[in-house]
């Protein structure tokens, strides 16, 4: 469920709505523990949710992902913030821990999206989907990815040229430019940290050509052409949109790099 904002106290606060973060939320919830889950994203589900398989039961990450998305959504005892950070967690006295929770603005009021995409169509700006790791493009209002959430949308306040089109054609009237960061001063008994991790980028190792040559892609972005929540129907090359004959894989670029 979304936070009540003037909760300030929860048995736990996990920090990361992934794989890791859903499952110990959902462990403390289910014995009866009030959660805080903060998300940095605008949806839950982590990476998991973007991959095709997972390894070695080849089982569909989706298939794990989205249940477990919706019972964290759906949990009585999880209250969820997404698009917010936590900071500065001390240590009180007593053992329990205290911090900052910084919300940050969609320009979308949560409790009135429906999700509907028509802000999404109306908008006139294209820049790279994160979510897709930029092979293919969004729109700066924007619902996150298909199976995101909570599904509710954002304006990509760095990129929109406030032309004001999404606002007229939202039909729940939920586009508020007037949205600021709100901060939330919050405690918990413990603090879980499942902040995941972060993609090693290829570029930096010149060889493998990634960033000179289109069609040197990442693992990421062969997951995204794999799923089905896929940008295009098929496996196709970025730089020219054909089917590849032969492809080579480069395994664990980076694992071993120490700079
Ligand atoms: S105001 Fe910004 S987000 Fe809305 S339609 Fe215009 S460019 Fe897109
Ligand atoms: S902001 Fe409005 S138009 Fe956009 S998805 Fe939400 S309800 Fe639909």
Same mark, same amino acid.
């Given at each position: 469920? +979304?936070?009540?904002?003037?909760?300030?106290?929860?048995?736990?606060?996990?920090?990361?709505?992934?794989?890791? &973060?859903?499952?110990?939320?959902?462990?403390?919830?289910?014995?009866? @523990?009030? *959660?805080?889950?903060?998300?940095?994203?605008?949806?839950?589900?982590? @990476?998991?949710?973007?991959?095709?398989?997972?390894?070695?039961?080849?089982?569909?990450?989706?298939?794990?992902?989205?249940?477990?998305?919706?019972?964290?959504?759906?949990?009585?005892?999880? +209250?969820?913030?997404?698009?917010?950070?936590?900071?500065?967690?001390?240590?009180?006295?007593?053992?329990?821990?205290?911090?900052?929770?910084?919300?940050?603005?969609?320009?979308? *009021?949560?409790?009135?999206?429906? &999700?509907?995409?028509?802000?999404?169509?109306?908008?006139?700006?294209?820049?790279?989907?994160?979510?897709?790791?930029?092979?293919?493009? @969004?729109?700066?209002?924007?619902?996150?990815?298909?199976?995101?959430?909570?599904?509710?949308?954002?304006?990509?306040?760095?990129?929109?040229?406030?032309? $004001?089109?999404?606002?007229?054609?939202?039909?729940?009237?939920? *586009?508020?430019?007037?949205?600021?960061?709100?901060?939330?001063?919050?405690? +918990? $008994?413990?603090?879980?940290?499942?902040? &995941?991790?972060?993609?090693?980028?290829? +570029?930096?190792?010149?060889?493998?050509?990634?960033?000179?040559?289109?069609?040197?892609?990442?693992?990421?972005?062969?997951?995204?052409?794999?799923?089905?929540? @896929?940008?295009?129907?098929?496996?196709?090359?970025?730089?020219?949109?054909?089917?590849?004959?032969?492809?080579?894989?480069?395994?664990?670029?980076?694992?071993?790099?120490?700079?």
């Amino acid at each position: 469920m +979304a936070i009540d904002s003037d909760r300030t106290r929860y048995d736990a606060v996990v920090i990361g709505g992934g794989i890791a &973060g859903q499952e110990s939320a959902l462990n403390l919830a289910d014995s009866g @523990r009030s *959660v805080l889950l903060v998300e940095k994203d605008l949806s839950i589900g982590g @990476r998991m949710i973007h991959l095709s398989k997972v390894f070695p039961t080849l089982d569909c990450a989706a298939c794990i992902t989205t249940p477990k998305v919706s019972e964290t959504a759906r949990h009585p005892n999880i +209250a969820i913030s997404t698009y917010s950070e936590i900071e500065g967690i001390e240590r009180n006295p007593d053992g329990s821990f205290s911090g900052v929770l910084i919300k940050h603005p969609r320009y979308v *009021v949560e409790s009135a999206c429906t &999700g509907c995409q028509d802000c999404e169509e109306a908008c006139p700006v294209v820049v790279d989907d994160q979510y897709q790791y930029g092979l293919v493009g @969004r729109k700066a209002a924007y619902v996150p990815f298909s199976i995101a959430n909570p599904r509710i949308a954002a304006i990509d306040i760095e990129h929109c040229i406030l032309c $004001g089109a999404c606002e007229k054609a939202c039909p729940a009237d939920a *586009v508020d430019f007037t949205q600021e960061t709100e901060s939330i001063g919050v405690s +918990a $008994g413990s603090v879980i940290v499942a902040t &995941g991790f972060r993609l090693f980028d290829p +570029a930096r190792i010149e060889r493998y050509g990634a960033g000179a040559f289109k069609n040197v892609i990442t693992s990421m972005q062969m997951e995204r052409q794999l799923v089905p929540t @896929r940008p295009f129907n098929n496996v196709l090359r970025p730089g020219d949109g054909k089917m590849p004959d032969n492809i080579a894989y480069v395994l664990c670029a980076g694992s071993r790099d120490e700079t």
